[in-house]
C-alpha cells in the first residue's frame, strides 16, 4: 500500500474543492460512501482525516520476557521503553524462580509511570495495560504539575539548608522524584503519540508538531533539576552540618534564581528570560569559582551540594533555551 500518492485537486459547485483519497487507505481507515469524516488543519500545513466513526484505536501488545541473565534495572527499562514508544498492554513473561524479581520490576514500573496498573497475574505472566486516556489532560496543564513538584521540592530542601525546616523532610523530597516520573513520562508518552500521528495536536492542547522538540527539551530539564535536588537532599541527610555559610548562600542564589526560571515557563516572557538567562550564567562562574578555590576542601555535604547546584543551572540555561525557541515558533506562526 502506498504511503505517498499525488492527487489533481478537482472543484464541483464552484466552491467545493475534491480530493480523491486510494481505496487501500478508505478501507484501512473504515471509509465507505456517505461516510463522515474529519479533516483537521496544522500549523505545519497539511490536513489530517480520520474516520468519525473509527473510535478507539487498536489496542497494541507486547510481550517482554524476564529472563535471569539480565539485570532487573535493564527489565524495568524495557517495560518503560514499550510504555512510551506506544504499546498499551506488556505482557511480562518470567520462569517461576523469578517470580519475586518480576513483582519487585513490576511495583517499580507502577510507582514511576501513570496509569500502567497490572489488571492480570499468575505464576508465569503479569499484564500491564494502560488505563489513562492520555487526551484527559493537555501537555501544558502536565507542565504545570510538573513545574508545580519540583519548585515544592527545591523550596523545601532550601528551607532544610536555611534552617527553617529540620532535615526530617529531605525524605519527603526524595519520594517526590516519584511523582516527577510520572509527569515526566506522561508527557513523554503524548508527544511521542503525536508524532507517530495517533493522537492530533490539538487533542493534546497543543498548537502543532513543530512544538514537540522544545516541549520536550522543557520536560527533561525539569526532571533533570528534580534529579539533582533529590541527590542535593540525600547528601544533606548525611551531613548537613558540614555547609558553610558561603555555600549556603550560593544554594540561595541559585534555588531564587531558579525559582524565577519555573515562573517563566507558564508567562514566557522574553525579557525575563533574557535576565534569568544572564543570571545562571554569573552563577555558574561563581560555582566554578568556589569549587576552584576549595578543590581539595569540597567534600562530603560540600560535594554534593556543588555538584547538584551545578547541574541544577545547566539544566536552568537548558530550560530558559527551550523556552525561548518557543517563543520564536510562536512568533514565527503569526507570520506564516
Same mark, same amino acid.
Given at each position: 500500500?502506498?504511503?505517498?500518492?499525488?492527487?489533481?485537486?478537482?472543484? #464541483?459547485?464552484?466552491? #467545493?474543492?475534491?480530493?480523491?483519497?486510494?481505496?487501500?487507505?478508505?478501507?484501512?481507515?473504515?471509509?465507505?460512501?456517505?461516510?463522515?469524516?474529519?479533516?483537521?488543519?496544522?500549523?505545519? $500545513?497539511?490536513?489530517?482525516?480520520?474516520?468519525?466513526?473509527?473510535?478507539?484505536?487498536?489496542?497494541?501488545?507486547?510481550?517482554?520476557?524476564?529472563?535471569?541473565? %539480565?539485570?532487573?534495572?535493564?527489565?524495568?527499562?524495557?517495560?518503560?521503553?514499550?510504555? %512510551?514508544?506506544?504499546?498499551?498492554?506488556?505482557?511480562?513473561?518470567?520462569?517461576?524462580?523469578?517470580?519475586?524479581?518480576?513483582?519487585?520490576?513490576?511495583?517499580?514500573?507502577?510507582?514511576? =509511570?501513570?496509569?500502567?496498573? %497490572?489488571?492480570?497475574?499468575?505464576?508465569?505472566?503479569?499484564?500491564?495495560?494502560?488505563?489513562?486516556?492520555?487526551?484527559?489532560? #493537555?501537555?501544558?496543564?502536565?507542565?504545570?504539575?510538573?513545574?508545580?513538584?519540583?519548585?515544592?521540592?527545591?523550596?523545601?530542601?532550601?528551607? =532544610?539548608?536555611?534552617?527553617?525546616?529540620?532535615?526530617?523532610?529531605?525524605?519527603?523530597?526524595?519520594?517526590?522524584?516519584?511523582?516527577?516520573?510520572?509527569?515526566?513520562?506522561?508527557?513523554?508518552?503524548?508527544?511521542?503519540?503525536?508524532?507517530?500521528?495517533?493522537?492530533?495536536?490539538?487533542?493534546?492542547?497543543?498548537?502543532?508538531?513543530?512544538?514537540?522538540?522544545?516541549?520536550?527539551?522543557?520536560?527533561?530539564?525539569?526532571?533533570?533539576?528534580?534529579?539533582?535536588?533529590?541527590?542535593?537532599?540525600?547528601?544533606?541527610?548525611?551531613?548537613? $552540618?558540614?555547609?558553610?555559610?558561603?555555600?549556603?548562600?550560593?544554594?540561595?542564589?541559585?534555588?531564587?534564581?531558579?525559582?524565577?526560571? %519555573? $515562573?517563566?515557563?507558564?508567562?514566557?516572557?522574553?525579557?525575563?528570560?533574557?535576565?534569568?538567562?544572564?543570571?545562571?550564567?554569573?552563577?555558574? =562562574?561563581?560555582?566554578?569559582?568556589?569549587?576552584?578555590?576549595?578543590?581539595?576542601?569540597?567534600?562530603?555535604?560540600?560535594?554534593?551540594?556543588?555538584?547538584?547546584?551545578?547541574?541544577?543551572?545547566?539544566?536552568?540555561?537548558?530550560?530558559?533555551?527551550?523556552?525561548? $525557541?518557543?517563543?520564536?515558533?510562536?512568533?514565527?506562526?503569526?507570520?506564516?
Amino acid at each position: 500500500m502506498p504511503l505517498l500518492v499525488k492527487r489533481r485537486v478537482q472543484v #464541483t459547485g464552484g466552491s #467545493t474543492y475534491i480530493i480523491s483519497i486510494p481505496k487501500e487507505w478508505a478501507k484501512l481507515l473504515n471509509i465507505n460512501r456517505g461516510s463522515e469524516v474529519v479533516l483537521e488543519l496544522s500549523k505545519e $500545513g497539511w490536513i489530517r482525516i480520520t474516520s468519525a466513526t473509527t473510535g478507539r484505536r487498536e489496542q497494541r501488545a507486547i510481550e517482554i520476557e524476564l529472563n535471569d541473565g %539480565l539485570s532487573e534495572a535493564a527489565f524495568l527499562m524495557q517495560i518503560i521503553a514499550a510504555y %512510551l514508544a506506544g504499546y498499551d498492554v506488556i505482557r511480562v513473561r518470567f520462569s517461576p524462580l523469578l517470580s519475586e524479581a518480576a513483582e519487585r520490576v513490576v511495583s517499580q514500573v507502577r510507582s514511576k =509511570v501513570l496509569g500502567l496498573e %497490572l489488571l492480570e497475574e499468575s505464576g508465569e505472566q503479569m499484564t500491564l495495560r494502560n488505563v489513562v486516556d492520555l487526551t484527559s489532560m #493537555t501537555v501544558e496543564s502536565v507542565i504545570d504539575d510538573l513545574v508545580r513538584v519540583v519548585g515544592g521540592m527545591i523550596k523545601e530542601v532550601a528551607d =532544610v539548608v536555611s534552617g527553617l525546616k529540620g532535615p526530617e523532610v529531605l525524605e519527603g523530597v526524595t519520594r517526590r522524584d516519584d511523582i516527577v516520573d510520572k509527569l515526566y513520562l506522561y508527557i513523554f508518552k503524548q508527544l511521542n503519540l503525536a508524532l507517530q500521528g495517533l493522537m492530533s495536536p490539538g487533542q493534546l492542547g497543543m498548537k502543532g508538531l513543530a512544538e514537540v522538540i522544545g516541549l520536550y527539551t522543557m520536560v527533561k530539564s525539569l526532571e533533570r533539576i528534580a534529579d539533582q535536588v533529590v541527590s542535593i537532599a540525600q547528601g544533606l541527610s548525611l551531613s548537613l $552540618g558540614e555547609m558553610n555559610p558561603e555555600l549556603r548562600d550560593l544554594f540561595k542564589a541559585v534555588s531564587e534564581s531558579v525559582g524565577k526560571v %519555573l $515562573g517563566l515557563v507558564r508567562s514566557r516572557n522574553r525579557g525575563a528570560i533574557l535576565a534569568s538567562y544572564e543570571e545562571l550564567h554569573l552563577l555558574a =562562574v561563581k560555582l566554578s569559582n568556589y569549587t576552584k578555590a576549595r578543590s581539595v576542601a569540597c567534600e562530603g555535604a560540600c560535594y554534593f551540594v556543588m555538584d547538584g547546584l551545578k547541574r541544577i543551572v545547566a539544566q536552568g540555561i537548558d530550560l530558559l533555551e527551550a523556552l525561548m $525557541g518557543l517563543e520564536f515558533l510562536k512568533q514565527l506562526e503569526t507570520q506564516v
